[in-house]
């Protein structure tokens, strides 16, 4: 009897640190996000987030950021480079990672392996190189680079969780068609390509996310502020200690934040899948 | 299959007479083929004498006369000369063992491709894999192979703020930089405390960030809990939001006199929390508090990652287990123990190590927050500096040094894939079916 007792109370008790802990968690992470996304409606010049409700709402901020800076320059910047990165990237490993998937031919082991260390190189530690080869090219400036080095630089690692993707189709799909008499390019587009679906979403999410966060090239290799992509653009508003434009910056971060995380949560269901199947065959 | 005399000379024959491509494919009746591998041999010749010659003697000498030959762009074509002699050498050596290989199909008497139509068709179907895989190294050697080539080469010059092309001359001076950078006393106590900071965070950031998403996926992964999707959503947001809004934001809240921390959380705890009186901590002035703040930021950002992975393992492990446990008398917690961490750590160890070699070179997250600061410890980096970031100061800084930046760039890159292979080695992680 007792013990039944202490038993139930020792439940209720992990119920009830379970709770505290998710509710806890749940405020730190919404707490920033909520006093920066709050400080876009608020008039007046701001120089710090914080969360009071007793300001004066305004939908100001937002008008300013298109009529006083260049902030619609740097999103259409910003879109086209994520644009084009992410279809040409996404093309790309589909080809390589169903070829990996699908193909044993001389070298495929060893290039694999290569897949894997290049991934390790951290590509934007080489700025001087880049530098150079932008001397060279006539490309300093240039959003065209940028977008070469944004294709380039995820295509090892992506290749290799496209692979593991491809590898969970069985192959049996792809033998029966053969007997049928159907060649490389009708099994490749009518009967895999629509099993791998889930994770062509996800890596168009991610090659599509990629240039709106990057800053280090970015900021490195674009000079004038009309080149500028979102991420450089919005530092600018708050860098300078002498003029805080941080309600701006809420202004533009929203504008960001939302379509992207919209995109993210329509996505989401893909994310696992993709994760564990990627990441575990090789 | 054993060949006689006559065979083993045709197979000799074959392989000698590739050494210039396309005779070997001639000797085995392949015109087509062989016409086509002496074009590609020709091409190269035509092209070391009309630039890659040149191109070599330029990245051997980086010039001579100063204000007229540009140092760096001599650098350049070398190094891509360097890429083409690399590719045509790959060339040649499949076009030996391609003579090689129909010359024993010969002497085997097995069909041999002969005409064109059959030697495209053949090409088609054991050429398609690689075909496929062209624009994946286009774009890497453009954006990753060769960029780390140019490094390579920089890390050797005394390219600085005063050697600057085409003004003057950039030279060799072999192991000078890293020389300097392990011996000089200048560079060498930065470097050290740099890069034990970057171990420090590396292993602080990224292992918060596993615990916490470990954590909150098994607690959130039991059978009562209500509003599931909700707190499901919520917990995503750190993840879905671009890394560099929520930073900034960040930054601007952990300021020392107006920041919200400062001004709202904390009199906020030291209201609720009896005996503790916090009171106004230095975030952004004193190093250690930037570390703290910075490590704590990383967990926020990195966990969502981490817990959605983790579920996706727990909803996967079958329930039998946990049953079949429970009737061997196992409580939670060695359920918890001998179930769940190991297949959590056999499924997602590699993507553990991504996450580690990832903050190591988080370069957004230390320049965002604090822009590596505050203060310096010389050689231009600051106190809260990780090596890319450091790599980026001496890149950008008002006198740039160029090659030591690239030498550093060059212990980065090997010491992170020498530490991940052993880690890979060890856990065993992409072992490849054939």
Redesign the interface.
Known sequence: MNLFKSQKFSLSLS?FF??F??IL??I??????L??ASSAFKAGNI?????NFNANWTLDNFRRLFTETLYGDWYLNTLIIAVITMV??V???T??G???SR???IG??R??MFF???Q??????????????A??FGALDQNWFLI??????G???N?WLMKGYFDTVPIDLDESAKLDGAG?FRIFIQIVLPLVKPMLAVQALWAF?AP??E??LAR?LLRTPDNFTV?IG??TF?NNPMNQK?AL??AG?IL??VP??IL??ML?KN???G??AG??K? | MKYTELDIKRIRNATLLSFIPGLGQFYNKQVFKGIVFLAVFLLFIIEMIGFGAGALAGLVSLGSVAGEHHSLFMLIEGSLQLLIIAIFLLFYIVNIYDARKVAKLWVENKKVNTTIKSIMSNVSDSGFPYLLTIPAYLAMIFAIIFPVLVTLLIAFTNYDFYHIPPASLIDWVGFKNFVSIFLLSSYRDTFMSVLSWTIIWTVCATTLQIVIGVFTAVVLNQKFIIAKRFFGIIFLLPWAVPAFITIMSFSNMFNDSIGAINTQVIPLLDSLLPFIDLGAIPWKTDPFWTKIAIIMIQGWLGFPYIYVLVSGILQSIPEEQYEAAKIDGANAIKRFRHITLPTIFMIAAPIFITQYTGNFNNFTMIYLFNEGGPGSIGAGAGSTDILISWIYKLTTGTSPQYSVAAAVTLFISAFVIIISLLVFKRTRAFEMED
Not at chain 1, 47 to 51: I, S, Y
Not at chain 1, 120 to 133: C, E, I, N, Q
Not at chain 1, 148 to 153: L, S, V
């Open positions: 119920k379970t709770y802990y998710l968690l749940a730190i992470i919404i707490y920033p996000l006093i920066t120089t710090a987030f914080d969360l040409v990237q093309a790309i490993i080809l390589a169903y070829t990996y193909y044993r031919f495929r082991k290039s694999l894997l260390i290049i390790m190189v951290p590509t934007t530690a080489a700025l001087t190189a880049f530098y150079v080869m001397l060279l070469f080095i944004y294709i380039g630089g295509i090892p690692m290749t490389h996310m709106f966060g800053y280090m490195f991420a919005l530092q708050i941080v910056f809420a971060a960001i934040a992207i995380s993210f949560f989401q994310f696992v899948s994760l564990t990441g575990t090789g």
